[in-house]
Each structure stands twice: as structure tokens, then as C-alpha cells.
């Protein structure tokens, strides 16, 4: 009898979320282990990425509290009461998700995301409600 | 007749960018295609690392009023007449360069960036005019 | 006399550092650098995640005022003794560590880091003195 190493390959696919607030926080942490789980990989990157300018991908802890307070803290600095530029009314939403930033990276360890105890990964929505899709990308390394 | 797999390997090379203001933004996304094309790969990782510490890699609209909104934002947060210890006199280019950092990382697919309708990669000048060096990563995955 | 190309393989290791203020940086790239020799990876990704969710990795100028002026910066936008949710009294340093983000990725060119003649990597610390794990992902490409 031969046993062959299971052949893992880069997984590529796009998700949607539906947001239903304005803003939100949104956890995408177990989704994402199934993912990974699903794929086979056991070492590797987890690369996360949303598809829009006002939306981003935000890791810390799910702490209901804290995450009224970062929505807060971003208002705070980039008021959606400010005066902009940009034309469609949500310039604050674009610095939001630009201070954010649209991706994160993760390592896969022991075929789920190697993160802190308190990490979590969650898609960031500032100009909700809407759709929103995610690239998620696991490479084996 | 055999048909061979087209072989890609990592790109790894360095582009620079002349910027003319003290602050602006310069969209790469074209140039970036173009190199992902030349490369022959299909599906990977793009890794974009600006080599300065007072510029910085950023994704979002190319909506010029937006451009110049995220100007104004950062400079209200982090004045450039503010006190700062750092002897050049650009500590706030240092601050707000930190705050976009110095690298994004977008998917490949289809044998170009996978990217949302409205996404544009960015070199952010914050102290310029200058050249800038920019390392451009592309991985097959 | 053959001579076989050397093979080398993804790094995927936790080191802890031990913080000793409340907030500060402390630089890894020396340490960053040697992990990359041991591996004798050439050409390749270097990928650094802080496991925390009140510390964060920074990449920008290893001078001392410019630190400073940094968690300055930081404790302006993001005070200390403002109000939040967050039961433990450290929510600013959350919204901190994720303003500036758990992870950097860096290109290994060369057998050592790609990066600019300023640029270091720091342990960003917010709510010290700890001990921070950080995982390093270091992968041939």
C-alpha cells in the first residue's frame, strides 16, 4: 500500500456578504477555517480581499463594545459630515476603507488561520447596506 | 504534437515613479496589468512595496475629488505645522506614509489584477517631489 | 561533481518579544534578517503577523523622534482617556493596533529583506509591557 500526500492547490474564489447597516462589523472568521478546511491545505496564506472602495477588511477582537467603538473613533476622524470633494456624498466612506485598508494576510497553520486568541477577521462595511464581495485567496506554501 | 504548460516564474523587479507635487496620488493599476500580462501568469498574488518611508502604496477610486479629499483628511490629521520630534522636517510625511503603509497585496486572476469595479492601485507621494522606487512582486500560485 | 540546487522551504515560526513600556517600538529587522539566512530561501516573501489585537507591526524610519512622534501622533487621534465601550480600558489601543495593522509583508531579495535604505520593521506595542508573539512566515517563490 502507497500513500500519496494529498495535492492541495491554490484556492481562488469570490464570496458575497450582505450588509444591513449603514456601518457595520461583520465576522468572517469561521466561514473562512471552513474554507480552509475544505481546500485540504495545511500550511500556507490566507489572503482576503473586498472588492470596493468603501468597504475593508478589519482583524481584532469580537468584542461588541469595541467595535461600536472603532466605528466611532473613524467618525470621529473622518466625519461623514465633512466637507468632500467627491461627488457621490461618501468620501468619508472611501477614507474609512482606505485607512483600513482593502486586504488582509494570515498564515495557515494546521490547516486553519494561525491568529492571536482574541483575533477575528471581519469584513468592515461603511456605506451600507449592500452587497459586498470578497476575493478569498489560500495558497499552500 | 505535444502542448506544453505555458512555465511562469516570480517577477521580482523594481520600477521607479517621478512625482512632481509635495502630495499626490499616481495611479499604477495600467502599468501593473501590463506587467502581469508580460509575465504569462494566470493566477497568483501582486505584491506592490513602495522603498521609501514617506510615500506609501494605496487602493481606492480614481475619482479626482476623492484623490484630493484623502490629501485634506490626512493633513488634518496629522498636520504638517504640527510639533514633532523627528529633526527633517517631513515628520508628518513619515506619520501619514506609516498610517496607508508601505505595501498592498492584490489576487491575480484571468492573467490580471482581480479588483473591484472602482479599485486603482496608488503610489502616495507625501514629500515630494522625488523618484520613487517601487518593488513589484508577481507570484504564481 | 554534482552540484544540486539548494532546496529550500517555507518558514512558518513563533518568537515572542518582551515589551517593557506601555506603548513603544522596538525594531526587528537585524532579527528578521537572520531568520532569513538560516533558511537559505533566496528570493521569496516575508510575511510578519503580531497575534495580538493591542500591538501591531509598523514598517517606516528607525529614528528615535520620529517613534515619538508617532505614538504621539496615535494617542492625538486615538486618546487614551477618551470614552469606550470596551470593558478592559484599552480600547484606544485596539483601535490603534488596527489603525496601523497585525501584519506586514516584505519581499526576500538576495537572501535578505527588499526595503528601502530607511525602512525597518518595529513590534508596534499599545498596551505594554507584554509578551507579544509574533508569527513569521518566510516562503521561497
Not at 67 to 94: I, K, Q, T, W
Not at 95 to 114: C, D, E, N, W
Amino acid at each position: 500500500m502507497w500513500s500519496l500526500p494529498m495535492v492541495t492547490k491554490t484556492v481562488l474564489r469570490e464570496f458575497s456578504v450582505k450588509t444591513t447597516q449603514r456601518e457595520e462589523l461583520i465576522e468572517l472568521t469561521a466561514q473562512i477555517d471552513r474554507e480552509i478546511q475544505a481546500s485540504g491545505i495545511h500550511t500556507g496564506l490566507c489572503h482576503l480581499t473586498v472588492l470596493h472602495t468603501t468597504a475593508a477588511i478589519w482583524v481584532n477582537e469580537a468584542e461588541p463594545g469595541l467595535l461600536d467603538d472603532l466605528l466611532r473613533a473613524l467618525s470621529r476622524l473622518v466625519p461623514a459630515d465633512g466637507e468632500y470633494a467627491h461627488p457621490d456624498g461618501n468620501g468619508h466612506a472611501h477614507i474609512k476603507a482606505g485607512l483600513i485598508g482593502p486586504s488582509k494576510t494570515l498564515p495557515i497553520q494546521h490547516g486553519r488561520l494561525l491568529r492571536g486568541t482574541w483575533q477575528d477577521l471581519f469584513l468592515a462595511e461603511f456605506d451600507g447596506p449592500r452587497e459586498r464581495k470578497i476575493a478569498l485567496q489560500l495558497i499552500p506554501t
